[in-house]
């Protein structure tokens, strides 16, 4: 499925690899950036359309694959062109991703939200967000993929063995992914920054929060793109 945010055509296949679900920034904005999300289990890229446009924005172009293509994810992104080249992954997606650093797939670094202990995740909408308009986008067919695929967590020597930086999201009222039991999993990379979403259920990307979610994110890959901090609270 291929969505933009403007009229230009999907660009062909890369290196042979199918072209995702994409949305690049509008003119005259220009490119800062290059993401590729690898969506939750049995997600298409049309539970990330809002998201997209959103990251878009601000600059950077985002490609939107489903859970069972991480490697084709992984392979479109080292082809981009500009830095820094980042995965995102959500739910089995985020398992997804870290799977693929550890075994040195090519980014600059990586966000994970509501990564999952158990490998996959079977969860009721009303468990994954209260965000009606999100829940709305769950209940359409365009928004069911039926290749859902089991990943297996990565363990915490190959999550000690990734080097990049990670940023991880996840809410502290999720029952899918509990927020203590994940941050003590992630606990195991070195390079990692963790947000919390106060009251926030599973689908981190796409809770109530989403849009102090995307732009913390945004921040995140601005510091990424300086390789330093730009903006720091100071203390009174």
């Given at each position: 499925m291929i969505v933009m945010n403007n009229a230009a055509p999907a660009p062909a296949d890369v290196a042979g690899i199918p072209a995702p679900g994409l949305w690049e920034p509008p003119a005259p904005v220009r490119v800062r950036g290059t993401v590729a999300v690898v969506a939750g289990a049995a997600e298409t890229p049309r539970v990330y359309e809002r998201f997209g446009r959103r990251i878009s924005a601000d600059g950077y172009v985002v490609g939107v694959f489903e859970a069972a293509d991480a490697a084709h994810a992984t392979a479109w992104l080292s082809e981009q062109e500009v830095a820094p080249r980042v995965l995102i992954g959500s739910d089995a997606g985020s398992l997804a991703v870290l799977a693929a650093l550890a075994a040195a797939a090519t980014a600059d670094g990586a966000v994970v939200a509501g990564?999952?202990?158990?490998?996959?995740?079977?969860?009721?909408?009303?468990?994954?967000?209260?965000?009606?308009?999100?829940?709305?986008?769950?209940?359409?067919g365009s928004a069911?993929?039926?290749?859902?695929?089991?990943?297996?967590?990565?363990?915490?020597?190959?999550?000690a063995s990734i080097e990049v930086p990670v940023l991880a999201v996840h809410g502290t009222a999720d029952s899918v992914s509990p927020f203590a039991d994940a941050v003590r999993y992630l606990g195991a990379l070195p390079h990692l920054q963790i947000v919390e979403t106060v009251g926030g259920l599973h689908d981190a990307l796409n809770d109530t929060s989403h849009r102090s979610v995307a732009a913390r994110i945004v921040l995140w890959l601005e510091d990424l793109r300086a390789g330093a901090v730009i903006t720091r609270e100071v203390a009174a």
């Open positions: 990564t999952p202990l158990q490998g996959e995740s079977a969860a009721e909408p009303a468990a994954r967000t209260a965000c009606p308009v999100h829940l709305g986008v769950l209940g359409e069911r993929s039926s290749r859902d695929v089991a990943i297996a967590p990565a363990t915490a020597a190959q999550l």
